[in-house]
T-cell receptor
Framework: NAGVTQTPKFRVLKTGQSMTLLCAQD?????MYWYRQDPGMGLRLIHY???????AKGEVPDGYNVSRLKKQNFLLGLESAAPSQTSVYFC???????????????FGPGTRLTVL | LAKTTQPISMDSYEGQEVNITCSHN???????ITWYQQFPSQGPRFIIQ???TKVTNEVASLFIPADRKSSTLSLPRVSLSDTAVYYC?????????????FGQGTELSVKP
């Protein structure tokens, strides 16, 4: 049981390049999330999904797109990378309706992205 | 979504009990109070969740007064390995369309 995995772990891009970050979970969770974390700051929600084929915007969605074609995968795309998107990106997943652990999310190890 | 306020940083020494208080004045009736822990270079990890009174698990205790406008995370006898950022969240993911908002957190530094 690998939990939540993220690919790649590190990436350096030039301004204007595109890339896709992959998140996979093997826990059959309904909900999946993409966050970004900048130095000295908390996590900010980019996009999330409450089920296969559905996505929704979070706090900071501009410049990113997502897709959830399969329940276990959640892709985050940067169409034209900018230096402001330099950050650590975390993916998370969660089952729905767990009662006393309703707000429990399981996080991946993160992807460190640098845009030059 | 309810806004939370917690100290930006705290210092402690090994073996002490640490209490981190979070204010959430506009908490809604259906909201839970949840705490996460994040070590450097790792994703956050769920610690504890409660609705009212007191909740205790193997890691921490969560104290919630009757008015639920604040909560206190208590870490007994901390060690150096408890140095981390602690996030207080208020809400109910299932009632918020699956959405959960993290604030800036409290950076706890445990010294020998």
């Amino acid at each position: 049981n690998a939990g939540v995995t993220q690919t790649p772990k590190f990436r350096v891009l030039k301004t204007g390049q595109s890339m896709t970050l992959l998140c996979a979970q093997d826990m059959n969770h309904e909900y999946m999330y993409w966050y970004r974390q900048d130095p000295g700051m908390g996590l900010r929600l980019i996009h999330y999904s409450v089920g296969e084929g559905t996505t929704a915007k979070g706090e900071v969605p501009d410049g990113y797109n997502v897709s959830r074609l399969k329940k276990q995968n959640f892709l985050l795309g940067l169409e034209s990378a900018a230096p402001s998107q330099t950050s650590v990106y975390f993916c998370a997943s969660s089952p729905a309706g767990r009662g006393d652990r309703d707000n429990e999310q399981f996080f991946g190890p993160g992807t460190r992205l640098t845009v030059l | 979504l309810a806004k939370t306020t917690q100290p930006i940083s705290m210092d402690s020494y090994e073996g002490q009990e640490v209490n981190i208080t979070c204010s959430h004045n506009n908490i809604a009736t259906n909201d839970y109070i949840t705490w996460y822990q994040q070590f450097p270079s790792q994703g956050p990890r769920f610690i504890i969740q409660g609705y009212k009174t007191k909740v205790t698990n193997e890691v921490a205790s969560l104290f919630i007064p009757a008015d639920r406008k604040s909560s206190t995370l208590s870490l007994p006898r901390v060690s150096l390995s408890d140095t981390a950022v602690y996030y207080c969240l208020v809400g109910d993911m299932d009632n918020q369309g699956g959405k959960l908002i993290f604030g800036q957190g409290t950076e706890l530094s445990v010294k020998p």
